[in-house]
Structures are given as structure tokens and as C-alpha cells.
């Protein structure tokens, strides 16, 4: 059995998963029993992440070396990951690896740097000046894994943007630094400052301060719903990129696509997440039915099966449609993470794809590709958030303060309006602080 649901267009609209928003999902059962642990007694992961984001805020260092201990298994008497450690991390890599890292940071750097726009808009008078924010926080999720490439993505676009400092965080191992892969691509990219902080305190940390570990203005990076229930607690105190969700993957098929390319890309994304999302729209049944048994085949046999079927029991489906140009209202309503368009039917779509937060053309453009190397970012929208917002990107970290220095006779044409307005609000102090000038200028 194949673990993808066949539907059809109305049933996927009606389907109330497929109209999901963000939401918070609860904590596994391992996770569930492990803060009754932490907490002795039942509490909800909410509260949890509330209770240490507030330690952290109060106790600085010793509630993240408390919290790291309790949590990681991990004591850390300094954080701070020494920057010799990080070059011998880089200089320990196989020449094969070093290569790929630095040949994917220069693409994806080549195409950030197309999103640069440093031109103040307007006047002397009037006008909107750029300027990039003062210090930016990485996280890049650790443990039992490493993403060396979430370093690139998270790091390179703040670089781009002219961040002048940029701190980042990722969890410790048993030995209190940071994963060598992730250590390794931070010095390629000339980040000197690396926390092996994990975690709701890793979050807390870049947001509050701490005694060793200066306040950000803005959080970035992807990680597990504790990290992202952070960022939303801290969310206010600075700015964050997003709070992300589980994987998604929407591929658009006509009749000449790839069943096999498409079986195989619907598995890369379940595998991330028992709650990722994997779903096929075509206009051919036997695409349908190729895909079908091509996931029947590669799912099962893939090193992540047991992730894969649960995630594809919960949200795997194939959804036909009649006609190709049906999928486009059904790719907006979803607004998926990534859309891949696959077949000549469904790349001719490619310019009016609407609310996907990437989306990958062609049978040589896979979601994959995307992760490392393409060039656009792989920190994306997740659970309907394509509809307000788009990958990170250079302009994240860069804000535009309005400056307004008005001539004498911007004053004399605009006052006498501002005056009105404010008398129609009520506030009288506003109309005298300009009624004031009004009668100095004809003095």
C-alpha cells in the first residue's frame, strides 16, 4: 500500500487539512514524557518554553548552563565556541567537502547579493533611507544531526545586507561545542562568534542577553517546535524571520512528467518530519497511478521509512483535477512551502504559480537542489505562510526609516491640513504643536 491518498479536486478542497494555518502541534509522547521529567508534574510545552525563556531573561548565563545541563545532558562551563577550534574544524574537512561548502556559499551569496538595494527613495525633504540592522542571531538546529547548510542560509543574507554583527547558535554534543560540520561553516564564512546553546534558551539568549551572549535585534533559523514557541514567546523583544513548520512539498504533474523523479521527491520531503506534507496534483490518471506505485516501491525502502509512513499516513495524497489549469487555485489556497512543476503542462504554469514560497521548474530542478545549492534561500514559508511572505531573503535584515526635513513652504501647504485633522481627531496638542510654528512663520 502505497500511503498516499487518492482524491479528488473537491475532495481536497474539502479536506480541512489542506486549509491548514499555522498552528503549534503537540509534543510527541517521548517529548510529552520528557518535560513531566523536566518539570515534575504535567505541563504543556507552551508553558514549558514560557517558564525558561523567563529564567533566562532573569538569570542570564546560569539559567542556560542550568537549562543545557537539565535538557542536553551537557554541562557547559563557556559557550563560546573558541575560534581556533572553529578553523581546526574547517582544516579537518576532506577536500571534497570544503569544496562543495565553498562552492555553495558562493552561489547562494551570488544570488543574494542580486536582492541588495541600498538607493535612498524620495528626496532631501521626504525620503526613505535603508539601513541594515545592528546585529542579527542564527540558529542552526544541531544534536544528533548537522546543517552546515542552514549556516549558509541564515548567515550569508545578513552578511549580504551589511549586518555588522552577527552571533549564532546551535546545540551542544556530549563533548559542549558545537557539531564540527556546523563550527566548520561558520569560520568559512568569517562568523567568529558560535554559542553551543540549544534549544528555548538558545532563543532567550539571542533575544534578552545574557552576561557573554549580546542582545540581537533580529532571531533567524529553523528548528523544533521549542524553538519555534520560543521565538514566538520572544517575538516583540525582536524580530524574527518566521515561525516554520513541517516540510511541504506540492508538485504540479502533467501527462509527460517523471513518475518516478516526482515518487522520489515526495519522499525526500516526508522523510524530514512525521508531520511534513507531500502532495501530487495531476491532470493524468495514470501519472496517478505511476506515482503511486513508484512511492509503494522507494518509500518502504528509503533509510527514513518509518518517518516516511507516518508522515505520508497523515499527509501524503495525489489529488486529479481535469484540466492542468485547475491546480493553480488549488496551489493558492494550500500556499505550500514548494511547488515543483513537472511535465510541459504544468511548467507552463510557471508564471502565474501564486502564494508558493519557492518554486522549482522543470524535472532538473528538484526541491533538493534547493536545500543546498541552487542559490534562493531554504528558510521558507510554512503552513500558509506563502501568502504573506516569501523566503528569507536580504531585505529581513534591512529596515527603511522614513526621514522627513520639510522646506518652509512643505510646511506652509501641509500644515494647515494636518491642523484639520488632528482638530477632527481631538487632539488638540497635536494641532497646537503645529499652529505654533504657523504663527512664528508669519511673524
Given at each position: 500500500m502505497?500511503?498516499?491518498r487518492?482524491?479528488t479536486?473537491?475532495?481536497w478542497r474539502?479536506?480541512?487539512?489542506?486549509q491548514?494555518?499555522?498552528s503549534i502541534?503537540e509534543p510527541?509522547?517521548?517529548?510529552?514524557?520528557?518535560?513531566?521529567?523536566?518539570f515534575?508534574g504535567?505541563?504543556s510545552?507552551?508553558?514549558?518554553?514560557?517558564?525558561?525563556?523567563a529564567?533566562?531573561?532573569?538569570?542570564?548565563d546560569?539559567?542556560?548552563?542550568?537549562?543545557?545541563q537539565r535538557?542536553?545532558?551537557?554541562q557547559i562551563?563557556?559557550?563560546?565556541?573558541?575560534?581556533d577550534?572553529?578553523a581546526?574544524c574547517?582544516?579537518?574537512l576532506?577536500?571534497?567537502l570544503?569544496?562543495?561548502?565553498?562552492?555553495?556559499?558562493?552561489?547562494i551569496?551570488?544570488?543574494h547579493e542580486?536582492?541588495v538595494?541600498?538607493?535612498p527613495?524620495?528626496?532631501?525633504s521626504?525620503?526613505?533611507r535603508?539601513?541594515?540592522?545592528?546585529r542579527?542571531?542564527?540558529?542552526?538546529?544541531?544534536?544528533r544531526?548537522a546543517?552546515?547548510?542552514?549556516?549558509?542560509?541564515?548567515?550569508i543574507?545578513?552578511q549580504v545586507a551589511g549586518?555588522?554583527?552577527?552571533a549564532?547558535?546551535?546545540?551542544?554534543s556530549?563533548s559542549?561545542?558545537?557539531h564540527?560540520?556546523v563550527?566548520?561553516?561558520?569560520h568559512?564564512?568569517g562568523?567568529t562568534?558560535?554559542?553551543?546553546?540549544g534549544?528555548a534558551?538558545?532563543?532567550?539568549?539571542?533575544a534578552y542577553?545574557?552576561?557573554?551572549v549580546?542582545?540581537?535585534?533580529?532571531v533567524?533559523?529553523?528548528?523544533?517546535?521549542?524553538?519555534?514557541l520560543?521565538?514566538?514567546?520572544?517575538?516583540?523583544a525582536?524580530g524574527?524571520?518566521?515561525l516554520a513548520g513541517?516540510?511541504e512539498?506540492?508538485?504540479?504533474?502533467s501527462?509527460d512528467?517523471?513518475?518516478?523523479f516526482?515518487?522520489?521527491d515526495l519522499?525526500?520531503?516526508?522523510?524530514h518530519?512525521?508531520?511534513?506534507?507531500?502532495?501530487?496534483i495531476?491532470?493524468?490518471?495514470?501519472?496517478r497511478?505511476a506515482?503511486s506505485?513508484?512511492?509503494?516501491?522507494?518509500?518502504?525502502?528509503?533509510?527514513r521509512?518509518g518517518?516516511?509512513a507516518?508522515?505520508?499516513a497523515?499527509?501524503?495524497?495525489i489529488?486529479t483535477?481535469d484540466?492542468?489549469?485547475?491546480a493553480?487555485p488549488?496551489?493558492?489556497?494550500f500556499?505550500p512551502e514548494?511547488?515543483?512543476?513537472q511535465g510541459?503542462?504544468?511548467q507552463?504554469?510557471?508564471?502565474?504559480?501564486?502564494?508558493a514560497?519557492?518554486?522549482?521548474c522543470?524535472?532538473l530542478?528538484?526541491?533538493?537542489?534547493?536545500d543546498?545549492?541552487?542559490?534562493?534561500?531554504?528558510?521558507?514559508?510554512?503552513?500558509g505562510?506563502a501568502r504573506?511572505?516569501?523566503?528569507?531573503?536580504?531585505?529581513?535584515?534591512?529596515?527603511?526609516?522614513?526621514?522627513?526635513?520639510?522646506?518652509?513652504?512643505?510646511?506652509?501647504?501641509?500644515?494647515?491640513?494636518?491642523?484639520a485633522?488632528a482638530?477632527?481627531?481631538g487632539?488638540?496638542?497635536?494641532?497646537?504643536?503645529i499652529?505654533?510654528?504657523m504663527e512664528?512663520?508669519?511673524r
Amino acid at each position: 500500500m502505497s500511503g498516499l491518498r487518492h482524491l479528488t479536486a473537491s475532495e481536497w478542497r474539502a479536506d480541512p487539512h489542506a486549509q491548514r494555518r499555522f498552528s503549534i502541534p503537540e509534543p510527541d509522547p517521548a517529548a510529552a514524557a520528557r518535560l513531566r521529567d523536566l518539570f515534575g508534574g504535567p505541563i504543556s510545552a507552551v508553558d514549558a518554553v514560557r517558564a525558561i525563556v523567563a529564567d533566562v531573561r532573569v538569570r542570564g548565563d546560569a539559567a542556560v548552563a542550568e537549562w543545557t545541563q537539565r535538557i542536553d545532558g551537557v554541562q557547559i562551563a563557556q559557550a563560546r565556541v573558541d575560534a581556533d577550534q572553529m578553523a581546526a574544524c574547517w582544516e579537518a574537512l576532506g577536500p571534497g567537502l570544503r569544496n562543495a561548502l565553498t562552492a555553495a556559499a558562493e552561489r547562494i551569496r551570488g544570488f543574494h547579493e542580486l536582492q541588495v538595494d541600498d538607493r535612498p527613495r524620495g528626496e532631501q525633504s521626504l525620503c526613505l533611507r535603508p539601513e541594515p540592522l545592528h546585529r542579527a542571531g542564527c540558529y542552526v538546529p544541531g544534536g544528533r544531526a548537522a546543517y552546515p547548510s542552514t549556516v549558509l542560509m541564515s548567515v550569508i543574507p545578513a552578511q549580504v545586507a551589511g549586518v555588522e554583527s552577527i552571533a549564532l547558535a546551535s546545540p551542544p554534543s556530549q563533548s559542549g561545542a558545537v557539531h564540527p560540520l556546523v563550527a566548520a561553516a561558520a569560520h568559512l564564512l568569517g562568523v567568529t562568534e558560535v554559542h553551543a546553546i540549544g534549544g528555548a534558551q538558545a532563543i532567550a539568549a539571542l533575544a534578552y542577553g545574557t552576561e557573554t551572549v549580546a542582545a540581537v535585534d533580529m532571531v533567524v533559523g529553523p528548528g523544533n517546535i521549542f524553538v519555534t514557541l520560543a521565538k514566538r514567546e520572544v517575538f516583540g523583544a525582536v524580530g524574527i524571520d518566521q515561525l516554520a513548520g513541517p516540510s511541504e512539498i506540492l508538485v504540479v504533474a502533467s501527462a509527460d512528467a517523471n513518475p518516478d523523479f516526482i515518487a522520489a521527491d515526495l519522499v525526500s520531503q516526508l522523510e524530514h518530519d512525521p508531520l511534513a506534507w507531500a502532495v501530487c496534483i495531476t491532470d493524468s490518471p495514470e501519472v496517478r497511478d505511476a506515482v503511486s506505485a513508484a512511492f509503494a516501491i522507494r518509500a518502504p525502502a528509503a533509510a527514513r521509512a518509518g518517518v516516511i509512513a507516518d508522515s505520508a499516513a497523515r499527509h501524503g495524497a495525489i489529488v486529479t483535477v481535469d484540466d492542468i489549469e485547475e491546480a493553480l487555485p488549488l496551489v493558492a489556497a494550500f500556499a505550500p512551502e514548494h511547488v515543483s512543476l513537472q511535465g510541459m503542462g504544468a511548467q507552463g504554469l510557471r508564471e502565474r504559480v501564486r502564494g508558493a514560497g519557492a518554486v522549482f521548474c522543470g524535472g532538473l530542478s528538484p526541491v533538493s537542489m534547493g536545500d543546498y545549492i541552487a542559490g534562493p534561500n531554504h528558510t521558507l514559508p510554512t503552513q500558509g505562510a506563502a501568502r504573506y511572505r516569501g523566503p528569507l531573503s536580504v531585505m529581513d535584515f534591512v529596515r527603511w526609516p522614513s526621514i522627513v526635513d520639510l522646506t518652509a513652504a512643505d510646511f506652509d501647504a501641509l500644515a494647515p491640513v494636518a491642523c484639520a485633522l488632528a482638530e477632527a481627531e481631538g487632539l488638540l496638542g497635536h494641532e497646537e504643536a503645529i499652529r505654533l510654528r504657523m504663527e512664528e512663520r508669519v511673524r
